[in-house]
């Protein structure tokens, strides 16, 4: 089954630098609005990785994830706009309080299984923008309007404008929280995650503190994505509640799923995706640009049904198998099976 | 002697990467029961699902001469080739008498539907007694017999059993073996019996082919090889 | 008193249709173990194909029937061609070509027949019966057909054949195989009957929340709480789960408005499966380990 490299080959940490240093060329070749897509590309990366680990590794369910983006937006919104902070102090707190929120809704959600998580989840990305139009805090969140916030400057000295100096402020966050996410990953919390996902029962019996892991996942999940709100929040310079709909929970599981289940990498193919796709269908069809874009949603799961990562993988092992002309590889399951239908994992 | 109602030759079966058959040979007898023996994981119950249409094969599997290898089992079936595969496969929400009706499912006769019912009842007394009872609670003898009765609701040409007397008492075991060759003797149904209870099973065959890892190493009369000591002691356990 | 009775008699109208779209995901849910969440866009579109029937000069129950066959066949269709060859793709990579379904058929029907909203004709007399005040005309007629169709229903997969052998192919589709059900073709005939079952609930429903493409989303997901509610694997459950999913949600309106109406319902629905984690009526799953 998919799981994280424990160590990476001096080839990828090559080719992954090799990519960092044209991710950091980027912002120099490209127009404004081109290097503010991909600072919302970068925003999205983050919170896919936090809802992959949620339900790629540990195999739960989230159909509401967007709304721990907009708590996390809104913490950065509200705190920069009533309480003059500056933005990047805003970042850490808005991932805590994701955290506490992701880990109290993790609590009761440990009662739920697959669909009826499914549900529930779904519910709470429904009522978030309702609920940030709630008229008992509109002192706070601004009620309809949202918050407006100040686009920051970059520091003194730096020959950058506002949207160069946003997009590597994201990218700093996604280098520390990418490389902290594959260190968890990779450890004994990936391990255990991974089990809980496969097999509930004998990961209780080895010890395996389910319940306290599933809610902790939910909650660092939320931080993830809540950061990725809040980042986002700056870059776009508001926040308002029908941003944070369940078009963009359903668009973030898209992400996950057309980037790759359990995957690291998944992550910024599924954020490339839903940053550029919807453009792109929009370019081929003015009229029904939507039908485009589930033409591509199908066509992709026609594709690669376990992802862009899923492919890549399997393409290298490939190209590995025919390299060395070992015998044929096990029949292993290649594929993420979550527990969410009444099928056995095969 | 007319032609074999089921033929098989160099059958070759997997799993994934796994090789499990590897080319066997067998006949059965039209109006004959034949059994096929062998320790778990010899290959048994994959040489039946093998002829169901189950899995991919290489190899031949002919049926009154026809080739049925390749084809899909909903065809087989409607060729009159009855599976009562391991575990009983019992539909376990539905009721009993649901579970025969669906036995008849593609059969065109309706009318010789309600009599076959009869006659399974007459067969097995216990399912008449419980025939509106959900699948799923009847005991495993019960569920046996329903899958047996299930399967010879289509009036096959050829039943297929997969280690009937599994699980079972051995009391009731020998009754379902009593009644399979009343079966055998009143109907003329073929069968192709898979067992690991060698004892209860050459005492009904009339041919036999024991298997080993995937192999045939062994194939008779049920009678020679019943008192053939040597083969029964070294390979059969008893 | 007399209002709160009003609003849980026409809660029980909005609940049957609630209850049919239910029975039509629980169908679904039985054969494959999949949520179709593009259910209520098939629905949407099959009442607009219905719009353009009548416009066409077709009288009312004319285009209704000729409306159901067209999603049964439409149903089936997109079975066999389009989820035929994920079938076994992992579980979210099937959710994802059903988020693509319910995308296409809504642009689609925005592109062709815009976004502004049209009435739908009921076909029910505009008198209430017996002059009551408690029961408009087209939300009785709503209930009665919804429990029609769904009295069909269930006649057919008890009494019939075709219903045995859908429901085998359901529960066992290995064994099904081995009694000569052709499984697959049953499962295309469960997504037409399911098909077929939201049309009817969309030109019942059409008439009360005026036609437009987004007008299922909100019933898809009340239909889907009302079939967990039910318990997912429970035919009946599902119904009953809609029904009283109908009335929870107009007596919450009743008191805390329409804006937060479905939030809040919601809530209360995810607070009973919290208390009750496989629905009011659902089988408890014992896991042999």
Redesign the interface.
Known sequence: MPTVKTSLTPTQIGGMLVLLAIACLLPFVLSNYQVFQLTMALTYAIALLGLNMLTGYNGQISLGHGAFFAIGAYTAAILMDKANWPYWATIPVAGLVCLLAGFLFGLPALRLEGLYLALATFALGVAMPQILKYKGIEHWTGGSMGVVIVKPDPPNGLPLNQDQWLYFFTLAWVLILFVAGWNMLRGRVGRALVAIRDHPIAAETMGIHTALYKSLTFGVSALYTGIAGALAAIAVQFASPDSFGIFLSLSLLVGVVVGGLASISGAFYGALFIQFVPNVADNISKAAPWAIYGVFLIAFMYLMPSGVAGLVRQTRQRLARKRVAAPAAPAGRDDVQLPITGKEAR | MSAPILQVRQLHAQYGATQVLHGIDFDVKPGGITTILGANGAGKTTTLRAVCGMLRVQGEVLLAGERIDGKPTETIVRRGVAHVPDGRGTFVHLSVEENLRLGAYTRRDKDQVAADFERMYSYFPRLRERRKQQAGTLSGGEQQMLAISRALMLRPRLLLLDEPSFGLAPKIVRELFDILGEINRAEGTSMLLVEQNASIALRVADQAYLLETGRVVISGSAEAIRNDEGVRRSYLGY | MDLLFHQILSGLATGGIYASVALALVMIYQAT???NFAQGEIAMFATYLCWTLLQAGLPYWVAFFLTVIIAFIGGVLIERV?IR??EN?????????F??????F???A??IYTYTIKPFPSPFPEKALFDNSFIGPHELGAICVTLIVLALVFAFFRLT?LG??M??AA??P??????????GWMLALGWGLASAIGAIAGMMVAPIVYLEPNMMGGIL?YA??GA?LGG?DNPWGAVIGGFLVGMIENVVGMYLGT??K??VA??I??AV??LS???LFGRTHV?R?
């Open positions: 173990h999949l949520v389009i060859p994920v793709a992992p579980v979210l990579s099937v959710v994802i070509v988020i693509g379904l319910l995308v296409i809504n642009s689609i925005g592109w054949p045995l052998a429901r085998a529960q066992n290995e064994s099904s195989r081995l009694v000569g059900v052709r499984v997901l889907f709480a967990l997912i804006e937060l479905l939030s919601l809530v629905i995810v499966l919290v984690p496989s629905g896991a380990v």
